[in-house]
Nanobody, 118 residues
Framework: QVHLVESGGGLVQPGGSLRLSCAAS????????MGWYRQAPGKRREMVAI???????NYADSVKGRFTISRDNVKNTVDLQMNSLKPEDTAVYYC????????????WGQGTQVTVSS
């Protein structure tokens, strides 16, 4: 059974930092592109950052230069370092695993809340 478990969310002041982590089990981690998405109240879920199996990255324009995604194929984890946080970064953040081929499937974590507020 596949599990993606996020951790590291919380309340932080504007300008602060948080590090999210997602631990994966039940998948061949190296065969999945790993990503972080977020969904704010009343808004659609949006891509934040993705790292492919070849370790190329893609970031949403709104987080470029502030967020960094990384993965550890030994520990089966993907992290999101978030710096210079803004109130508009407030959302539930979700970890996603997307298989190299369709047969491997796509999986989501349960989400972790990030609130940026003074």
């Amino acid at each position: 059974q596949v599990h993606l478990v996020e951790s590291g969310g919380g309340l932080v002041q504007p300008g602060g930092s948080l590090r999210l982590s997602c631990a994966a089990s039940g998948i061949i981690f190296s065969a999945y592109a790993m990503g972080w998405y977020r969904q704010a109240p009343g808004k659609r879920r949006e891509m934040v950052a993705i790292m492919t199996t070849a370790r190329s990255t893609n970031y949403a324009d709104s987080v470029k230069g502030r967020f960094t995604i990384s993965r550890d194929n030994v520990k089966n984890t993907v992290d999101l370092q978030m710096n210079s946080l803004k109130p508009e970064d407030t959302a539930v953040y979700y970890c996603n695993a997307e298989g190299l081929v369709e047969a491997l499937g796509s999986y989501w974590g349960q989400g972790t809340q990030v609130t940026v507020s003074s």
